[in-house]
T-cell receptor, first 114, second 112 residues
Framework: KAGVTQTPRYLIKTRGQQVTLSCSPI?????VSWYQQTPGQGLQFLFE???????NKGNFPGRFSGRQFSNSRSEMNVSTLELGDSALYLC?????????????FGPGTRLTVT | DAKTTQPPSMDCAEGRAANLPCNHS???????VYWYRQIHSQGPQYIIH???NNETNEMASLIITEDRKSSTLILPHATLRDTAVYYC?????????????FGTGTRLTVIP
């Protein structure tokens, strides 16, 4: 079974621009979560989507948004980029919303804001 | 979710067992212990999880103390490819709560 895929793998943007990142979960997984990883803050939860609905949201400003499509693929958007948005953005998929479950992470998209 | 405490770093000789401790003294009865690891510049990888009983899979063993206030992840025969940051996470598995809170983890270095 193919793993979680994320595109693009690397991205360079300028302050003030916006960016869209894409995540394709493992086939059959309906939950997709997004995380930001920076050297200073570590791994932080952004939000989670299940069945095209946002179920959970971390403590990030409204510039960070996402959506999920009917095929469970998810996109994350960051508007008005700031230098501090430079990070590794990871998505993870899991098969169930209830009960015990493990999350499977993609390789991440490394975003650099200049 | 309960807080966890892990040593910042550990070394292990290749071929020996790596024992990574985690303290979660405030864990409540319905919280699970999860372990993930992150090899440099890759996404985190699920290793194992448990509630009360010890667990074993093809990657590792998880030993949870009887009072559940601490646990140990055991990699039975560490290889150089096990060099990574290991995260111990304690959480309740709730519907609609599919978010993980990663701490700083333990950086395990396997030495040849």
């Amino acid at each position: 079974k193919a793993g979680v895929t994320q595109t693009p793998r690397y991205l360079i943007k300028t302050r003030g621009q916006q960016v869209t990142l894409s995540c394709s979960p493992i086939s059959g997984h309906r939950s997709v979560s997004w995380y930001q990883q920076t050297p200073g803050q570590g791994l932080q939860f952004l939000f989670e989507y299940f069945s095209e609905t946002q179920r959970n949201k971390g403590n990030f400003p409204g510039r960070f948004s996402g959506r999920q499509f009917s095929n469970s693929r998810s996109e994350m958007n960051v508007s008005t980029l700031e230098l501090g948005d430079s990070a590794l953005y990871l998505c993870a998929s899991s098969s169930r919303l209830t009960g015990t479950y493990e999350q499977y992470f993609g390789p991440g998209t490394r975003l650099t804001v200049t | 979710d309960a807080k966890t405490t892990q040593p910042p770093s550990m070394d292990c000789a290749e071929g020996r067992a790596a024992n990574l401790p985690c303290n979660h003294s405030t864990i409540s009865g319905n919280e699970y212990v999860y372990w993930y690891r992150q090899i440099h510049s890759q996404g985190p990888q699920y290793i194992i999880h448990g509630l009360k009983n010890n667990e074993t899979n093809e990657m590792a063993s998880l030993i949870i103390t009887e009072d559940r206030k601490s646990s140990t992840l055991i990699l039975p025969h560490a290889t150089l490819r096990d060099t990574a940051v290991y995260y111990c996470i304690v959480r309740v598995d709730l519907a609609g709560a599919n978010n993980l809170f990663f701490g700083t983890g333990t950086r395990l270095t396997v030495i040849p």
